[in-house]
């Protein structure tokens, strides 16, 4: 007589799997009727007429029940119309109450009564291999749950603006267009990222904002709609340094920023920077590339006199500048 294959439900194998499903239904359990798809539309052409070109999808998730939902900032960037479907199949308009494109993140508004919201978890205690689950919206399928784990973390990844995204999560959880904005959760069904992006072509290649910088942007959204940050008037670049150079001025970095262009009275040009200076350091700070630069230009630095040390033909020089608020 044959064999059966059966798995008994004593087998452990089984017993596994059914914990890692149970795991991965009450999470989503948690969070998906806070799940939305988001619906834009463009200013259009003269006249009226639309085109596919101008309209988009996305995903998002409700984290107040006053009706705020988080996005990414690239699904509601320029919409002139922003349309949200809850779980249960209401629709709502919503509002951009505010976006920071070099976070990739947006904060959107409806009004509704008797909303789900999310919890945030902390992304700082995330592990590479801890299983994640990512709910969205891919080509309109609604409420599409995938699973994978986190394949690794301290990724950095360019958003639309040129800036760099720092710390972003890195997850094999299969994400298409249309997941964008949606969360990133793990099995207790707290949410630790936005997912944002995937690489074309790639496998398993997914990223989500982690939920710790979204905190971080946060209350400038809800405040003033965007977030500030400092601003020096320099168009650079990433350049080499000679070692001749280097040991002589006992340098311990290899590279610096080029000021390829420097602003007519702009902060940097009042303080005496010129073009063709090569920027090496910010206060205290090495500055080896322009990512460097941006990181130490945050909110806390607008107004603040800061020394930057620079090269300008051989020579060390040290300058003066009071750092501006950056205007949009």
Same mark, same amino acid.
């Given at each position: ?72 900032? *690239? ?16 629709? *709502? ?73 720092? %710390? ?57 709609? %965007? ?21 002589? *001025? ?23 920077? *010129? ?54």
């Amino acid at each position: 007589m044959a064999r059966s294959h059966f798995i008994s439900d004593n087998n452990p194998d089984r017993n596994l799997l059914d914990a890692y499903s149970r795991a991965v239904t009450e999470a989503v359990e948690c969070v998906a009727s806070a799940v939305v798809s988001i619906h834009v539309r463009g200013k259009g052409a003269p006249g009226g007429r639309r085109s596919p070109a101008q309209e988009g999808t996305g995903s998002g998730f409700v984290f107040s029940t006053e009706g705020l939902v988080l996005t990414n900032s *690239h699904v509601v960037d320029g919409a002139a119309e922003i349309e949200v479907a809850l779980p249960d199949g209401q629709t *709502h308009e919503a509002d951009v109450i505010g976006q920071d494109p070099d976070t990739d993140i947006a904060v959107i508004r409806i009004t509704a009564a008797e909303l789900s919201a999310v919890e945030f978890g902390d992304s700082h205690l995330l592990k590479p291999g801890q299983v994640v689950i990512a709910i969205g919206n891919p080509y309109g399928f609604q409420a599409t749950v995938t699973t994978g784990v986190v394949s690794a973390l301290g990724r950095s990844l360019r958003a639309r603006s040129g800036r760099l995204i720092d %710390h972003v999560i890195q997850t094999d959880a299969a994400l298409n267009p249309g997941n964008s904005g949606g969360p990133l959760v793990t099995t207790t069904g707290q949410v630790v990222g936005v997912n944002t992006a995937i690489i074309a072509g790639g496998q398993g290649l997914s990223f989500a904002v982690p939920i710790r910088t979204v905190t971080t942007v946060l209350p400038a959204l809800l405040r003033d709609g %965007h977030v500030r940050r400092g601003y020096l008037g320099i168009a650079g670049q990433d350049v080499p340094l000679l070692r001749r150079i280097t040991r002589f *001025h006992r340098l311990t970095q290899a590279s610096g920023v080029l000021a390829t262009s420097v602003e007519a009275n702009g902060p940097a040009r009042t303080a005496g920077v *010129h073009d063709g200076d090569i920027i090496l350091s910010l206060d205290t700070h090495a500055v080896t590339s322009i990512d460097d630069l941006h990181r130490l230009l945050g909110e806390d630095r607008i107004g603040t006199d800061v020394t930057l040390g620079v090269l300008r033909g051989g020579e060390r020089l040290d300058f003066r500048v009071r750092v501006a608020n950056r205007q949009r």
